[in-house]
Nanobody, 124 residues
């Protein structure tokens, strides 16, 4: 089992920055796909960023490219999402997710393990 705990959410004004963290514990897979999702009220959950744990290869959704950065600290088993130039439309609950990777690179949006989320609110 893998436990994921997010932190770092909060309320900021448009143009501000936040850094989300996701601490992983329990069984740590040698290769994993890790990601950040978000869900705004009344909307479906969407994947915004993902990373392949062993190669560091990243993917960012078009809506956050140039503003968000996904990274990891493998020594601390922690995933990060650096969010800059925040917009009101970034307001959502942000979730960390992980799934083991047995071949190739991370191309999935289907994940086995989820955190409980951290709220990000951006005011105009």
């Amino acid at each position: 089992q893998v436990q994921l705990v997010e932190s770092g959410g909060g309320s900021v004004q448009a143009g501000g920055s936040l850094r989300l963290s996701c601490a992983a514990s329990g069984y740590i897979y040698s290769r994993a796909c890790m990601a950040w999702f978000r869900q705004a009220p009344g909307k479906e959950r969407e994947g915004v960023a993902r990373i392949t744990s062993d190669t560091g290869t990243t993917y960012l959704h078009d809506s956050v490219k140039g503003r968000f950065t996904i990274s990891q600290d493998k020594a601390k088993n922690t995933l990060y999402l650096e969010m800059d130039s925040l917009k009101p439309e970034d307001t959502a609950m942000y979730y960390c997710a992980a799934t083991p990777l047995y071949g190739g690179s991370c191309r999935t949006w289907t994940f086995d393990y989820w955190g409980r989320g951290t709220q990000v609110t951006v005011s105009s």
